[in-house]
């Protein structure tokens, strides 16, 4: 329960499951002090120290945490838990915000670092300067299992990428990072067993295992939890380069530059093959204490193995009758490997076999069906079908996929109990780290509302107006997903001004995986410099305009301020284009975009004479409203790999206008 005008400002996400505001609020000055005042905890202490210098910079205030200061925010933590965030532990907490001071209460660690993240996201600047209204909140998670899929396999990620994202999914109360580290374009851990994997496999960009044992520990700093996924048997391309005897065929083998599926598969009938697998586990397995294992398992072609003479003969002495049942069988041997190290086995969901034991997880990412099926069958599962990011899809969209709707609805209450959460996929096709975070934030905080909030929590509107604010916020966490903008488009340029390019891009949105691909051939090697690569997934200024059209269309008098706005930014759409093209001319990397740039300026113009129009209470020629839905329909399919957002709000008042 939440007031409408308290769901405003300010804008918590995820929303907690009780909020209740009260009189008055806590004014933050220099003299801000947050102390734990439970039992000792060396490793929460230092998170509220990391909680006050990021506060500090939020709000440009000098927190130093004088000696002889009050604390204002005091943490009460029942018992710190586990070493490492645990599956199913305790996350709830409460909040009480007054004039006088804040308290912050959980039952453990993880719920305390919750607590301080919705304490940041609460900050306000009012006439008083930065204030914490008087609130009283308490809160927990629908879902155990709310996480981030990061592939630093296809296009490299630094150290510094995935810690960034790492603080940004704590200020979401996200807490498994599902790091996607093989795949056919490159293997990224050091092997100190099998250097050959890193040595060949990755063009030399791969984490050292000190590097892994920081991100680890960074994780666990911020209550997330870190599972590791080696993709076998498919998906192998880079492994097989330094170990080519590994394969179903004898190779020789190259790293993959080429994205979509490659026929190389790991060899299941060579005794080879497990021995190879059981010293890289029990290698691999040392570096990441948490108890899940992610194999892949995903999109395994069968050609090699269905040519294979010495395969086949092996299928026939274990009466395998098909791919599906060697992959099986081959499953099946690497669940007892990792068993023997104390690790349970995850897989995609052509891994659901029911040869495979019951304490698997299955993640499914080819619909609601697989995982409903999982369910009733015995397993555990977790949902990423309709939260893949690189799909560049709507927050909206996703924001409507729930792990426990669609086929979930029929399962009984012990079946549903079987399905864990969700987790978000930003595979890196099309990513590289210059803007991976823009692909992934702020969409993910919608699906981490998703996973956190109560189902009943729905309301669209809502989402978007707190997700941009929290958007904003969490820059302060130092995810870049909004600082990498400028710097790309000024690329574009050459230096020149960039405000015609600017007033573009920010009417345009990128493509997803599935139009890249079919657009073009693209390697691994492709330079990510264009404004498909720079533009967003989503347009806040275009979203902003649609719901001003909105409310012109509704009330064409009683609307002003809309009618100022979007008058304002038709006019710029319609004066643009001079200035662009003369901008293009210079630039290689605009050539492309000039037939966008006219489509922009016409809209603008049509805007113009429907504004006009609806004012005056005078619908516009049958003439105009056809032609300008034609231009319309033409302007909506995808140009330079780009959707023109743009056309949205014209076509709101276009219809209005019939």
């Known amino acids: 329960m939440i007031s409408s005008a308290f769901a405003a400002t300010p804008a918590l996400m995820p929303l907690p499951v009780t909020v209740r505001p009260a009189t008055g609020k806590l004014t933050l000055d220099a003299t801000f002090k947050a102390a734990l005042v439970s ?11 990391r909680f006050v210098v990021r506060l500090s910079r939020q709000t440009g205030i000098p927190m130093l945490g004088l000696k002889e200061a009050t604390p204002k925010l005091r943490i009460e933590c029942a018992r710190p838990g586990s070493d490492y965030p645990t599956l199913g532990e305790d996350e709830s907490y409460t909040l009480d915000v007054t004039p006088e001071g804040a308290l912050l209460k959980a039952p453990t660690r993880a719920g305390a670092l919750h607590g301080l993240e919705t304490f940041a996201q609460l900050v306000t600047l009012t006439q008083d300067g930065f204030v914490v209204p008087s609130v ?49 374009q490159g293997f990224r851990v050091e092997s100190k067993r099998f250097p050959m994997l890193h040595q060949e496999g990755s063009d030399g960009l791969f984490y050292t295992q000190d590097d892994i044992r920081g991100v680890v520990a960074y994780a666990r700093d911020r209550g997330i939890r870190v599972v590791p996924e080696f993709d076998i048997p498919g998906h192998t391309q880079a492994w097989l380069v330094g170990y080519p005897e590994l394969g179903t065929n004898p190779g020789p083998y190259e790293i993959g530059r080429k994205w979509g599926v490659y026929e190389n598969v790991l060899d299941p009938s060579r005794e080879e093959t497990y021995a190879f697998l059981d010293a890289f586990f029990e290698e691999m397995t040392a570096l990441f204490p948490d108890p899940y294992f992610h194999i892949g398992g995903d999109e395994v072609v069968a050609k090699q193995w269905n040519a294979s003479a010495r395969v086949q003969a092996f299928a026939k002495q274990n ?16 669940q007892k490997l990792l068993t023997r190290r104390g690790k349970i086995l995850i897989g995609w969901d052509e891994v659901l076999h029911p040869d495979l034991p019951k304490d698997i997880v299955v993640q499914s990412w080819r619909g609601q069906k697989s995982l409903a099926d999982a369910a009733t069958q015995g397993y555990r599962g977790i949902l990423s079908f309709g939260y893949y990011l690189d799909h560049l899809s709507t927050a909206a969209f996703h924001y409507a996929v729930d792990p426990l709707s669609g086929d979930a609805d029929r399962l009984a209450p012990a079946e549903k109990a079987r399905i864990l959460g969700g987790e978000m996929c930003m595979w890196a096709e099309y990513t590289t780290s210059e803007m991976v975070d823009s692909r992934i934030w702020p969409r993910a905080a919608a699906v981490a509302e998703r996973l956190w909030s109560p189902a009943a929590t729905r309301d669209v509107d809502s989402m978007y107006a707190r997700m941009e604010a929290v958007s904003r916020g969490l820059e302060w966490t130092g995810v870049q997903h909004r600082a990498n903008y400028a710097p790309m488009l000024e690329r574009m340029t050459g230096g ?64 002003p301020t809309e ?37 922009l300026a016409a809209l603008g113009d049509a805007g113009l004479k429907l504004l006009d129009a609806l004012e005056k209470g005078q619908p516009p020629a049958a003439a105009f409203v056809a032609g300008q839905t034609k231009e319309i329909t033409r302007m909506e399919k995808p140009a330079a790999e780009l959707n023109l957002a743009a056309t949205r709000p014209v076509k709101l008042l276009l219809k209005a206008g019939k």
Request: without cysteine; hydrophobic residues 45%; proline residues 7%.
């Open 136 to 184: 009283h909140i308490e809160d927990n998670p629908r879902f155990p299992w709310r996480g981030l899929m990061m592939d630093s396999a296809r296009h490299w990620m630094p150290l510094e990428v995935v810690k960034r994202n790492l603080d940004a999914m704590a200020a979401v109360k996200l807490n498994v990072f599902h790091w996607h580290l093989s795949e056919d």
């Open 39 to 49: 039992a000792p905890d060396a490793r929460l202490d230092a998170a509220i120290g």
């Open 496 to 559: 020149r001004p960039t405000e015609p390019l600017r007033v573009l891009a920010d009417a345009v949105e990128g493509l997803g995986l599935g139009p890249r691909a079919r657009a073009g051939k693209y390697t691994s090697l492709t330079p990510m410099n264009r404004l498909a690569d720079a533009a967003r997934p989503e347009s806040e200024s275009v979203r902003a305009l649609e719901l001003a059209a909105a409310k012109v269309v509704a009330d064409p008098k009683g609307s």
């Open 563 to 599: 009618a100022a706005l979007l008058r304002r930014e038709f006019a710029r759409w319609a004066a643009n284009d001079a200035r662009f093209q003369e901008l293009a001319a210079e630039s290689p990397l605009l050539m492309e975009l000039k037939p966008l740039s006219r489509d």
């Open 319 to 334: 009466n395998l009758k098909d791919a599906h049942a060697i992959q099986a069988y081959f499953n099946q041997r690497v």
